[in-house]
């Protein structure tokens, strides 16, 4: 038996006598242990908390002033097991610290009693599930932003850029070469059409020459009209030309539509 005194009161002692039934175990392996509250005022016990994470406590039966509980250690050696206790006081609530009891835990080749509880066990398990999945999210969102990092987002270009990067490709196409005059002289065409969108969002891939014609002349000075408009023309003649039609001077006319863009327009 071991009987620990506490003063609740000034004026009234209260004593709680624990009664393990057994004072050496095994780890893991269960100790009944019985608490009688010896209180001359007649206060009623409602409750314990045994203050120690290395004891869990499997079963608890309460009385009015007798407690029962079966708890196992996982520690080996000199176990020190703080108690608190709850009880009424005249209708109210209260609740005491107590040193305790001790209990020496040995080790066992019983393996049964090396094994928690089952619902710490799936409290760890779950806890390193979260900490695995918190990784490989962390993990994914490392990858997803070093992807982004290393294709830089295209920057879009302005309406000269565009159309000296498509004059450049044009070049380089070299439909000439391959006879095929009325392709060349549609894609410049088309360069500048789509660079006075861009630039002044005049609608010219849509209008027929003698529309994107009334429209330039009211945009543009009489100099620059008369020169995108003679432009448009001998593509558009090329365009519609007869096969065998002599396409005139290639070169002349690309470095024509290159003025426009860089100078003119």
């Not at 609740?95 to 080749?109: D, H, M, N, Q, Y």
Request: proline share 4%.
């Amino acid at each position: 038996m071991i009987q620990l005194l506490i003063f609740l009161a000034v004026t009234s002692a209260v004593s709680l006598e624990i009664y393990p039934d057994k004072k050496e175990v095994s780890l893991g392996e269960k100790v009944k242990i019985s608490m009688m509250l010896q209180d001359p005022a007649g206060r009623e016990l409602k409750g314990i908390e045994l203050e120690n994470e290395d004891v869990h406590v499997f079963k608890k039966k309460i009385g009015k002033d007798r407690l029962d509980i079966i708890i196992g250690a996982y520690k080996l050696g000199e176990v020190e097991i703080p108690v608190k206790i709850f009880y009424a006081e005249k209708g109210k609530a209260a609740e005491a610290e107590l040193p305790g009891f001790r209990i020496t835990v040995k080790s066992s080749s019983d393996e049964n009693s090396r094994i928690r509880p089952i619902k710490d066990v799936v409290g760890i398990f779950n806890y390193y599930i979260v900490i695995l999945l918190l990784a490989l999210t962390a993990a994914v969102i490392c990858l997803l932003m070093r992807k982004k990092k290393a294709v830089p987002e295209e920057r879009v270009l302005t309406p000269l850029e565009w159309a000296q990067k498509r004059l450049q490709q044009i070049k380089e196409e070299d439909l000439p070469g391959k006879k095929d005059y009325k392709g060349y002289y549609d894609a410049l065409s088309n360069c500048i059409r789509v660079y006075l969108e861009k630039k002044y969002a005049i609608k010219a891939l849509e209008s027929t020459l003698s529309e994107l014609q009334a429209v330039l002349k009211e945009r543009f000075s009489p100099e620059i009209y008369m020169k995108v408009r003679g432009f448009l023309e001998k593509c558009d003649w090329i365009k519609f030309a007869p096969e065998g039609e002599d396409p005139g001077n290639i070169e002349d006319t690309w470095q024509r539509a290159y003025g426009l863009v860089t100078d003119e327009l």
